[in-house]
């Protein structure tokens, strides 16, 4: 019996400070756990440069501060992806924001337009607030748009002879 199992390395980092995106971040690792084996959650401050390229794909989650600002805690993680040689990583922005500001979820657009640039940017998920039931097909769609962005030879390949 040949076994070559070459799963995918996924990482969800996120910063959440009234729970939304928190809670956001928790329902999409719930997906994406039922889909990958290594699915693994950071701080902001846990994520350093480095670890970008240890994985296949990252999902970077934030709420938004300011005027459609990226809070401070999250901008680390901005200039770590911007400063990378990252082109091959898929990634997925998400993140909560508050429609009575001009800028719904200014964040995560700020996050998806330097993705797009510097790294094989799958999906955005903007919710409004605290995630209700149906934002779980939405995070659903999100993972599975991860997924079709993967290279095909991380797909498990097992062998039974
Ligand atoms: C001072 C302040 C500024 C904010 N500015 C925006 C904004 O520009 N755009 C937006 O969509 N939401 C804005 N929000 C709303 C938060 O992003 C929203 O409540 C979010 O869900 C908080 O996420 P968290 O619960 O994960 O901390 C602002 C909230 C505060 C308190």
């Known amino acids: 019996m040949a076994s070559m199992s070459c799963e995918p390395e996924i990482a969800i ?4 400070v009234t729970g ?8 999409l690792m719930e997906c994406a756990q039922e ?3 290594n699915v693994r959650v950071f701080g902001p401050r846990e994520f350093c440069r480095e ?16 005027s459609g600002e990226i809070p401070h805690d999250m901008r680390k993680v901005y200039r ?3 400063a990378s040689e990252c082109k091959n ?6 993140g909560t924001g508050d429609s009575f500001f001009a800028e719904f979820c200014g ?21 409004e607030l605290s995630p209700e039931e149906r934002e779980q097909s939405r995070c659903e769609k999100l993972i599975m ?15 039974t002879i």
């Open 107 to 127: 964040g995560v657009d700020r996050f998806r337009d330097m993705l797009f640039v510097q790294t094989q940017l799958a999906a955005v998920l903007k919710v």
């Open 89 to 94: 990583v898929v990634t997925a922005v998400f």
């Open 35 to 37: 889909r990958w084996k």
């Open 145 to 159: 748009a991860v997924g079709k962005k993967l290279p095909a030879e991380k797909v498990t390949v097992t062998h």
């Open 20 to 27: 939304n995106t928190a809670e956001l971040a928790g329902m």
């Open 51 to 66: 670890k970008i390229t240890d994985f296949d794909a990252v999902m970077v989650g934030t709420y938004t501060w300011g």
């Open 80 to 82: 770590h992806f911007e």
């Open 13 to 16: 980092v996120y910063s959440s």
